[in-house]
């Protein structure tokens, strides 16, 4: 697979009261294949929004530190600057403050008009963005009477029509009920599926990382665990060193486990979680 986002030894400090630099990212080395979807997970303060930012060039790294490359494009370039934005899609945790006009399709419209696009073109991409976040129906609707997980997507459309390459979502679902996670969490996966595009989503909600391919652990500005869901979340240990917990049927079945029943191990859904209790039970 080929590799669209690189962090080689990088280095982030930022300057506190004091003007003493005190470091959030040091060392820090990661590789992003095309067409992943990755979680970020750790605890308040560990790095990732920090993360986020460097990868879109709103942050620069230090002096001293190792490149970041978007696409092949480094991001300290001062030529790359634009097109390193363009390219990786930030969206933020409260929709409020991201939606900029008063109707839905003026909202998506807003990034691609701004890049001076010919009428047509523009349509184009509302239609392609509205239909991605299944909104289609919206279109002509005032952003401000929209539930929280519909201008979550419609954020998220506005991105999707400056034809990013890779979308980063920093904790898009922490202001959403449960309906508003699944909504935007469901765009969020087709998009990746359907469409191939890089997702990088930075939550600290077990069970959406258990549904994404990779799950990178942070803490203090390093990486401390890597793989797949299940791979990271049969580690407790290493759950729990990082500040975090386990998706909640993992923990059950973990905790059968140890009362001494004999379930299977890797589970991560709740689906799962009823397919090995069953199992067991029918084993008995
Ligand atoms: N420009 C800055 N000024 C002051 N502090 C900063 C700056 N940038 C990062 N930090 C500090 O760096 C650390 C990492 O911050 P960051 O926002 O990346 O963490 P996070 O993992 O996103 O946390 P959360 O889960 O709370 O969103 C924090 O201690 C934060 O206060
Ligand atoms: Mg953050």
Redesign the pocket.
Known sequence: METILSLQHVNYS?E?DNGEL?P?LKDFSLEIQRGSFVCVL??????????AKLLNGLYQPDQDSGPILVDGLNTRDEKNELEVRRRVGLVFQNPDNQLVTTVVEEEIAFGPENLGLPRDELQKRVDEALLAVDMQEYRNHATYKLSGGQKQRIAIAGILAMRPQILIL??PTAMLDPKGREEVLSAVRRLNREQGMTVIL?T?HMEEAAKTDRVIV?KN?QITADSTPQAVFSQPQLIRDAGLSLPQPTELTHRLIQEGFPIDKEVLTVEQAVAAISKMLKEK
């Open positions: 930022y506190d005190i959030v750790g605890h308040n303060g560990s790095g990732k929004s920090t993360l920093d904790e930075i600290h942070m500005g």
